[in-house]
């Protein structure tokens, strides 16, 4: 990969059932599709409500690119998982799969808040109208089909990076609404990169991050798992 730069009260009961979204690990009950659709609308709804008090701002041309990539790029992770979970079958692709789709959910509200074109709508499994995005995917689902260590570690990557763009993008916006969009998402990464880091470790790999510090990383390793996320 070539990329540096890669890219309440109604919320509070959301956050209770998102406890467990998390972690992703395989000593979970994997939830019912029907019980995770309950799940993500509950949760997409309180975002929604959030946002609802928020006056949209006006939005510049770097944070309209912003919303527009990020929604790809939460596809980019939601399509990976679910095909290494196909190869694979381990439940921490597919449960941190159904929290990509809400990731992508969240940002889609911010795209149509904003009358923005949603580059996901209707696009097929892992094709993307961003060429970078589209690299990507191809690279790392080479890499996670070698093996099932190789398979984590693209999990462990992939989050390493979307912590690295959310990061990049709240710090060049001023707007409340997409702030509060990515920060959600950016817990939910933390979770993620925490639960892919726990099955490489218990394999005995180490993981080494590529986008983020290493002080940074670690600090997301060594913390406790963020209730309320997305």
């Given at each position: 990969?070539?990329?540096?730069?890669?890219?309440?009260t109604?919320?509070?009961?959301a956050a209770?059932a998102?406890?467990?979204?998390g972690?992703?690990?395989?000593?979970?009950?994997?939830a019912?599709?029907a019980?995770?659709d309950?799940?993500?609308?509950?949760?997409?709804?309180?975002?929604s409500t959030q946002?609802?008090?928020?006056p949209?701002?006006?939005?510049?041309?770097?944070?309209a690119?912003?919303l527009?990539?990020m929604?790809?790029?939460?596809?980019l992770?939601?399509?990976?998982?679910?095909l290494?979970?196909?190869q694979w079958g381990q439940?921490?692709?597919?449960?941190i799969?159904?929290?990509e789709q809400?990731?992508?959910?969240?940002v889609?509200?911010?795209?149509?808040?904003?009358?923005l074109?949603?580059?996901?709508?209707?696009?097929?499994t892992g094709?993307?109208?961003?060429?970078?995005?589209?690299?990507?995917?191809?690279?790392?689902?080479a890499?996670?089909?070698?093996?099932?260590?190789?398979?984590?570690?693209?999990?462990a990557?992939i989050?390493?990076?979307?912590?690295?763009?959310l990061e990049?993008?709240?710090?060049a916006?001023?707007?409340?609404d997409?702030?509060?969009?990515?920060g959600?998402?950016m817990?939910?990464?933390?979770?993620?990169?925490?639960?892919?880091i726990?099955?490489?470790t218990a394999?005995g790999v180490?993981?080494?991050?590529q986008?983020i510090s290493?002080a940074?990383?670690?600090?997301?390793?060594?913390?406790p798992?963020?209730?309320g996320?997305?």
């Amino acid at each position: 990969m070539q990329r540096r730069t890669f890219l309440s009260t109604t919320l509070g009961a959301a956050a209770l059932a998102l406890a467990g979204c998390g972690g992703g690990g395989d000593s979970t009950v994997a939830a019912t599709p029907a019980s995770t659709d309950v799940t993500s609308a509950t949760t997409i709804a309180a975002l929604s409500t959030q946002l609802d008090a928020i006056p949209p701002a006006t939005l510049s041309e770097s944070e309209a690119a912003a919303l527009v990539f990020m929604r790809e790029e939460e596809k980019l992770a939601r399509d990976v998982y679910q095909l290494l979970y196909t190869q694979w079958g381990q439940r921490v692709f597919s449960n941190i799969a159904a929290s990509e789709q809400q990731h992508m959910d969240a940002v889609a509200l911010l795209l149509a808040r904003y009358n923005l074109p949603d580059p996901a709508a209707n696009a097929a499994t892992g094709v993307f109208t961003d060429p970078t995005l589209q690299q990507m995917f191809n690279t790392l689902m080479a890499q996670g089909q070698t093996s099932l260590i190789g398979a984590l570690t693209v999990g462990a990557t992939i989050e390493d990076v979307d912590i690295m763009d959310l990061e990049q993008r709240i710090a060049a916006t001023d707007n409340a609404d997409i702030a509060l969009v990515f920060g959600e998402l950016m817990k939910g990464s933390r979770n993620h990169m925490r639960a892919f880091i726990s099955q490489l470790t218990a394999a005995g790999v180490t993981y080494t991050p590529q986008y983020i510090s290493q002080a940074e990383f670690d600090a997301i390793v060594s913390s406790p798992t963020e209730t309320g996320s997305i």
